[in-house]
């Protein structure tokens, strides 16, 4: 058989597990899929949705996945809203993360200075936050501490905000 042939009944057999899930209800449709798509692409989705309610329904990488593996059941327009939506709330997300760096290097390095030591040297505030930092997401060596520091005190004098 051709690739273009399994790919015709690959698609009209999506089109029907559709029309009978807007007959019968979005339960039916959940096990229509499955039944349409027997082994891997039922074990993934069934994956993914354990990963969404185990995230309390925040991880959008794998709300993400399960729409990328859906795709062929949407209408093109759907499809690429949502997919951008996503994208989107990710990025946003992103930047609130490397944000949140910035912030703690900001106040370990502050808390160290405060502490009575130099920001500068070996044995600087800079320094100090820097081997506080290490081994959690917030790591980084003296000068990339500094950086940060640096740039959240340019935010709290302007009033701007943390470049991507």
């Known amino acids: 058989m051709s690739a273009a042939r399994k790919a015709q ?3 009209k057999k999506a089109q029907q ?3 009978a899930a807007l007959r019968s209800g979005w339960d039916k449709y959940r096990a229509a899929i499955k039944a349409a798509y ?3 692409i039922g074990v993934r989705m069934d994956e993914m949705e354990r990963a969404w309610e185990k995230s309390n329904h925040t991880d959008l990488y794998t709300l993400l996945g399960a729409l990328v593996f859906s795709a062929h059941l949407l209408p093109a327009w759907l499809f690429k809203g949502l997919r951008d939506q996503l994208n989107a709330s990710l990025q946003q997300q992103q930047q609130a993360d490397r944000s949140l760096i910035h912030w703690v290097r ?4 502050l ?7 130099p920001w500068e040297g070996n044995k600087g505030a800079y320094q100090a936050a820097s081997k506080q ?3 959690t997401p917030f790591e980084g060596a ?3 501490v500094k950086k940060s520091y640096l740039a959240v005190q340019r935010i709290r004098k302007t009033g701007t905000t943390l470049p991507a």
């Open 38 to 40: 027997p082994g891997d």
């Open 106 to 109: 900001w106040f370990f390095a």
């Open 111 to 117: 808390q160290a200075h405060r502490e009575g030591l």
């Open 9 to 11: 009944q690959a698609a």
């Open 133 to 135: 930092l290490a081994g």
């Open 17 to 19: 597990v559709y029309e």
């Open 142 to 144: 003296r000068s990339t």
